[in-house]
């Protein structure tokens, strides 16, 4: 298994003749509006392109994954990915709720039951709950999901999506034992209520429930999101997750082929 981040939550599972693209966010730099006004500098988003080597990347996929895509979340599904997706008449992999305004966009959807492990391109896959916020905002943030994947002989992985630390996040760290966790770092809020991600001591106990690898994403693309990698860094290194912890930058590639394959279930 591969994954290459290419910015923000957007990123690509290789696997072997599968090519699945996650939460595409894909418009220029600042096409997109400021997602706060006030508790953060007004910048319009994303604050910095897409890498160099996304266009020969994103001409090789074959499916894609979305978390959640209502409410505005542009930042997870923009115009130019619902471009891609319904252009290409790419296999979409949704939760059940997100199907019907996909298919609005003339994207093919592929609806999952939350918390049902179900066939996905050869492996398995169960979106699991997820919380976009902390207290009432979230829910105006409206909800979502991640996703565990497994593929036989391959590291089994959880992209926990857009969530705080939750007990439903928690067991899948600590009862499913994912060989991969990436996480949503950037600690995002909007100009109302608490923060719609993990901060940053959360997602430290994340990387300390966690039993791999531990990618820290959702960082430096969004003028709400103020946490760094620098700052992950840091927090990692003095919680002694320092070697766990995984920061990539934007169109990096890791291959996770050296950790043993397990099946979640």
Not at 177 to 199: E, F, Q, R, Y
Not at 204 to 222: D, I, T, W, Y
């Amino acid at each position: 298994m591969k994954i290459q981040f290419l910015r923000n939550a957007t990123l690509i599972i290789e696997v072997g003749e599968h090519v699945v693209l996650v939460d595409p966010m894909l418009a220029d730099k600042g096409e997109l509006p400021s997602f706060s006004f006030f508790r953060h500098k007004p910048k319009r988003n994303p604050l910095v392109p897409l890498p160099e080597n996304a266009g020969e990347s994103l001409a090789k996929v074959t499916s894609a994954l979305i978390t959640h895509c209502q409410r505005g979340h542009t930042d997870h599904l923009d115009r130019e990915g619902e471009k891609l997706l319904a252009g290409r008449n790419i296999a979409t992999y949704c939760r059940k709720e997100d199907a019907g305004y996909l298919g609005k966009r003339h994207i093919d959807a592929r609806p999952l039951e939350t918390g049902r492990r179900s066939p996905f391109l050869g492996g398995h896959i169960m979106p699991v709950p997820a919380r976009h916020g902390h207290g009432w905002i979230a829910g105006l943030m409206g909800p979502g999901v991640g996703y565990v994947i497994d593929f036989p002989g391959e590291p089994s992985l959880y992209i926990a999506g857009d969530t705080v630390l939750t007990a439903d996040v928690r067991r899948v760290l600590v009862k499913l034992t994912p060989d991969i966790a990436i996480v949503a770092a950037g600690n995002a809020s909007v100009d109302i209520g608490k923060p719609i991600l993990m901060s940053l001591d959360e997602v430290m106990e994340f990387a300390q429930l966690a039993p791999g690898k531990v990618v820290a994403n959702h960082l430096e693309a969004l003028n709400h999101c103020p946490v760094t990698r620098s700052q992950v860094a840091t927090a990692a290194h003095a919680a002694g997750l320092g070697d766990k912890m995984t920061i990539p930058e934007d169109g990096e590639w890791i291959d996770f082929g050296g950790l043993s394959g397990r099946v979640t279930g």
